[in-house]
């Protein structure tokens, strides 16, 4: 099926730097979506994006839905131990229903 | 329930074997979604239903795969004559039309 284009496909840092990641589609979405996934549990929700050039935080994580829909980052400040994790966006292209497409994961690692 | 509940947890089958994956939604939540995720891969769509509508089966990988929600809640995923490369950690997610999924926490199929 079809996937977002999600970069970088891996990350690592050290405790404390600020972390970016985007996705890009070739399609319009009207709903881009945020996901974490920790070893053995399924993704969580962290962030929802409604509207183009919407931009939402929650705690030290920012994320944006892009101006042309066509694309959107999370940011995540002063990165912590627990920020481990792989990291999903999602979208929802207009006229799918609830259907959402995910992108292929950004997998992050935090060193102390 | 308050989240999204899958049983099993983990499954060892042997090669050949029917296996049946079971879903139990978030209550009122129309649709529901398998997805199956390779060990540190991306998410894989299988299929998705929404209310009353026929099934989006387009993501089953073969006619082994397939999946019954009855009454519009409890969704059964089933893999008939099992192969090794079914291993995998099979996630169900249910949301209502607009919105984020919720998650379960997956089975674990290892096909020996």
């Known amino acids: 099926g079809q996937q977002l284009n999600q970069s970088p496909q891996s990350m690592f840092i050290q405790e404390g730097e600020d972390v970016s990641m985007n996705c890009t589609s070739s399609?319009?979405?009207?709903?881009w979506l945020w996901y974490k996934q920790e070893p053995g549990e399924g993704p969580v929700l962290l962030i929802a994006l409604y509207k183009a050039g919407e931009l939402t935080s929650n705690g030290r994580l920012t994320a944006q839905f892009g101006i042309t829909r066509k694309d959107s980052f999370l940011n995540i400040s002063a990165s912590i131990p627990s920020d481990v994790g792989i990291y999903f966006c999602?979208?929802?292209?207009?006229?799918?229903?609830?259907?959402?497409?995910f992108g292929t994961g950004t997998r992050l690692q935090v060193t102390l | 329930g308050a989240g999204v509940s899958q049983s099993p947890s983990n499954k060892v089958t042997e090669k050949g074997k029917d296996v049946e994956l079971r879903c139990d939604p978030i209550?009122?939540?129309?649709?529901l979604y398998w997805y199956r995720q390779s060990l540190g891969q991306g998410l894989e769509f299988l299929i998705y239903?929404?209310?009353?509508?026929?099934?989006?089966k387009s993501g089953l990988p073969s006619d082994r795969f397939s999946a019954e929600r009855t009454g519009g809640s409890v969704s059964t995923l089933t893999i008939q004559r099992t192969q090794q490369e079914d291993s995998a950690v099979y996630l169900c997610a249910s949301s209502l039309e607009v919105g984020g999924y919720t998650f379960g926490s997956g089975t674990r199929l290892t096909v020996v």
């Open positions: 999602a979208g929802r292209y207009t006229g799918t229903a609830s259907k959402l497409t």
């Open positions: 399609s319009i979405f009207n709903t």
């Open positions: 239903f929404q209310g009353n509508s026929a099934p989006d």
């Open positions: 209550s009122g939540h129309t649709a």
